[in-house]
């Protein structure tokens, strides 16, 4: 069993930033995605396992980065240039059974989930 646990979320005003974490029980090819109310989960940004492949989803590229540390067997996604659009519940997800530089933009591949984090973007 695999166990995550999220933090970083919170409200900020448009045009800042915040970074959320997902400390998990072993290092794991992972992602983030998110749902905002009244939408389906949607992917947000993957890492693969070896942490040199990453992908993001066309609406946040160039504004967010997923990274890892895996001596913490930690996935970060730091958020920049928030817009109220961006406004959602966060989840990280692990993808348990992928190695190497594969990573996956379907929730079906992700087998773990976090238990979700609240980001607000609001003025």
């Known amino acids: 069993q695999v166990q995550l646990v999220e933090s970083g979320g919170g409200s900020v005003q448009p045009g800042d930033s915040l970074r959320l974490s997902c400390a998990a029980s072993g290092r794991y090819a992972m992602g983030w995605f998110r749902q905002a109310p009244g939408k389906e989960r949607e992917f947000v940004s993957a890492?693969?396992?070896?942490?040199?492949?990453?992908v993001y989803a066309d609406s946040v590229k160039g504004r967010f980065t997923i990274s890892r540390d895996n001596a913490k067997s930690t996935v970060y996604l730091q958020m920049n240039s928030l817009k109220p659009e961006d406004t959602a519940v966060y989840y990280c997800?692990?993808?348990?059974?992928?190695?190497?530089?594969?990573?996956?933009?379907?929730?079906?591949?992700?087998?773990?989930w976090g238990q979700g984090t609240q980001v607000t973007v609001s003025s």
């Open positions: 997800a692990v993808d348990s059974s992928s190695r190497g530089g594969s990573t996956s933009r379907s929730e079906g591949e992700y087998d773990y």
């Open positions: 890492i693969s396992w070896g942490g040199r492949t990453t």
